[in-house]
C-alpha cells in the first residue's frame, strides 16, 4: 500500500510518504545526546580523577618526608642521650681517678712509721729530703667512731706556692690516709703573701683509720721531693 492510515477518531487520514517519520527497525531508539548538565558531570569527575591521581604521589612523597623527619628526630635524640652519657662517665671518671703522686711517695707509704728513726730510714729509702721551707698545721683531729677519726690543717711550700702539697699521715705504724691540699685559707695566704688560685689550695682534711691512743705521724711531701715533719700526736 502506497500510502499510510492514521486512525484519529472516525476519520481516516492518508499520509503522503514523504512526511512519514524515519523510524529504523522496530525496537531501536534514535542515539540520545547528553544534555549539558550531564556532561558538566562526567567533565567534573574527570577533573577529580585527574586531581586525585596527580595529589597521590605528592601525598606519598609528603608522607615519605613526614616520616624521615620523625626518624631523623629520634636517631638525633638517641646520639645526643648516648653522647652526654659517655661524656658524663668520662668526666666521672676523671674526677674520681686517683691524683698522681709526687715521686716517692709510693715508697713511703709502703712504709712502716711509728717514731722519728723508722721515719728518717723511710724517707731516705723514698730519696726525700727534709726543707724549712715547707710550712704547716694540724689543727684539728676529732673521733668519729672506734675506728674512724678526722683530721684537719693546712701545708704550704714557701718558695712553690703554686704546687700542690701530699700530706701522709701513719697511725701506730702503719700507713692511714693520703690526701692533698686543696682548700682556701685566707688567713695563711695573707701571712705569706698569696693571692688568687695560690690561697685556693692551701689546706687539707680527711677520714683515716685509727684507734685511741695511737702514735700519729704527718709529713707534707712536695712535687720537688721534699718533705717536712709535723709534730708527733696522738689518736683521741
Not at 683530721?151 to 704546687?163: E, L, P, Q, R, Y
Not at 682548700?183 to 684507734?211: E, T, W, Y
Amino acid at each position: 500500500m502506497d500510502n499510510e492510515r492514521d486512525w484519529q477518531g472516525d476519520a481516516v487520514q492518508t499520509i503522503p510518504p514523504h512526511l512519514r517519520p524515519n523510524r529504523g527497525p522496530i525496537g531501536a531508539h534514535p542515539p540520545r545526546t547528553p544534555s549539558p548538565a550531564v556532561g558538566g558531570a562526567d567533565a567534573l569527575a574527570t577533573r577529580a580523577r585527574s586531581h586525585i591521581s596527580s595529589e597521590t604521589p605528592s601525598r606519598a612523597r609528603n608522607t615519605s618526608t613526614s616520616r624521615l623527619h620523625i626518624l631523623t628526630r629520634q636517631w638525633f635524640t638517641w646520639i645526643a642521650g648516648i653522647s652526654a652519657a659517655i661524656l658524663g662517665f668520662v668526666v666521672v671518671l676523671w674526677l674520681t681517678s686517683p691524683v698522681a703522686l709526687p715521686p716517692g711517695v709510693a715508697i713511703l707509704i709502703s712504709a712502716s712509721v711509728s717514731d722519728a728513726s723508722s721515719l728518717m730510714a723511710a724517707v731516705q729509702a723514698a730519696n726525700l729530703r727534709g726543707t724549712p721551707d715547707v710550712r704547716g698545721a694540724i689543727e684539728e683531729i676529732k673521733r668519729l667512731d672506734n675506728e674512724r677519726a678526722t683530721i684537719k690543717g693546712w701545708a704550704v711550700d714557701a718558695t712553690a706556692s703554686d704546687s700542690l702539697l701530699t700530706v701522709i699521715a701513719f697511725a701506730g705504724g702503719t700507713h692511714a690516709l693520703t690526701t692533698v691540699t686543696s682548700g682556701p685559707r685566707m688567713d695563711v695566704a695573707q701571712i705569706f703573701g698569696l693571692s688568687g688560685a695560690n690561697a685556693a689550695k692551701l689546706s687539707f682534711h680527711g677520714v683515716f683509720a685509727c684507734k685511741p691512743g695511737e702514735k700519729l705521724i704527718v709529713i707534707a711531701v712536695t712535687p720537688d721531693r721534699t718533705y717536712s715533719h709535723f709534730r708527733s700526736l696522738v689518736c683521741p
